[in-house]
Nanobody, 124 residues
Framework: QVQLVESGGGLVQVGGSLRLSCAAS????????MAWFRQAAGLERAFVGA??????YYAVFTRGRFTIARGDADNTIFLQMDSLKPEDTAVYYC???????????????????WGQGTQVTVSS
């Protein structure tokens, strides 16, 4: 059984930083993708970034504030968030997919597995 477990969320002040972690168990995704999405209250789930092989893709809004990295093990990824803003407040989800084809990597429905999410709240 595949499980994705996020950790590292919490409450932070504007301009602060948080580092989220996601650990997958049950399989590795070295030939697929692992990604971060977020969902703010009342909004749709939005793509943050993804790791595919040695390549990392970011949503435009991250604009250098967010950094995604893969851990030493292929089944772990991290999301370093700096210069946080109130609009970054959301539940952050880790997602994974078994394979990757051509096209946009940020569509939520392309992902096969999801974590339970971790709340990030940025206070002003």
């Amino acid at each position: 059984q595949v499980q994705l477990v996020e950790s590292g969320g919490g409450l932070v002040q504007v301009g602060g930083s948080l580092r989220l972690s996601c650990a997958a168990s049950g399989r590795t995704f070295s030939s697929g993708a692992m990604a971060w999405f977020r969902q703010a209250a009342g909004l749709e789930r939005a793509f943050v970034g993804a790791v595919i092989g040695r390549n990392i893709y970011y949503a435009v809004f991250t604009r250098g504030r967010f950094t995604i990295a893969r851990g030493d093990a292929d089944n772990t990824i991290f999301l370093q968030m700096d210069s946080l803003k109130p609009e970054d407040t959301a539940v952050y989800y880790c997602a994974a997919r078994n394979s990757v084809g051509a096209g946009y990597v940020g569509r939520a429905y392309d992902y096969d597995y999801w974590g339970q999410g971790t709340q990030v709240t940025v206070s002003s």
